[in-house]
């Protein structure tokens, strides 16, 4: 399996995301549906913080991705939806703590919405891995 990740020169490049990511050969595609800052009881983590419920967020999509055989450098796109007027700032940061020097960021697309499932949610994340069937 190859996975290729590309940065045209005509397009802008920027050490958080990739432009274009390209798959080939036996590989498995594992869809995660949106994450948010909900604890394994029920609660919602962080109210009001939205680094918290980052930080939250993305524990869930490693939980997720994990009951896949699958883990967070395998992912190739994210779909982060941020509820109007709140900072993603910080939920930038705590992606690249989580991401951390690893090469080739997945494709990323932000979407400011006026509203999730819970009032309280500030930011909801799904994603798209690709796995080698050979090694995971």
Do not use: C
């Amino acid at each position: 399996m190859s996975v290729k990740y590309l940065n045209p020169d005509r397009l802008h490049e920027n050490p958080a995301f990739s432009q274009v990511v390209t798959t080939e050969g036996n590989a498995r595609t594992v869809y995660v549906g949106g994450q948010n800052s909900v604890s394994p009881s029920g609660e919602v983590v962080g109210k009001g913080d939205m680094r918290q419920q980052a930080s939250q967020v993305f524990k869930n999509l490693e939980i997720a991705l994990s009951a896949a055989d699958a883990r967070i450098e395998n992912v190739i796109k994210w779909n982060v939806y941020v509820v109007q007027d709140q900072p993603p700032h910080p939920a930038f940061e705590e992606f690249q703590r989580v991401w951390g020097n690893r090469p080739n960021p997945p494709l990323v697309t932000v979407l400011f919405v006026a509203g999730l499932a819970n009032p309280d949610f500030l930011l909801e994340i799904d994603a798209i891995a690709v796995v080698s069937e050979n090694n995971g």
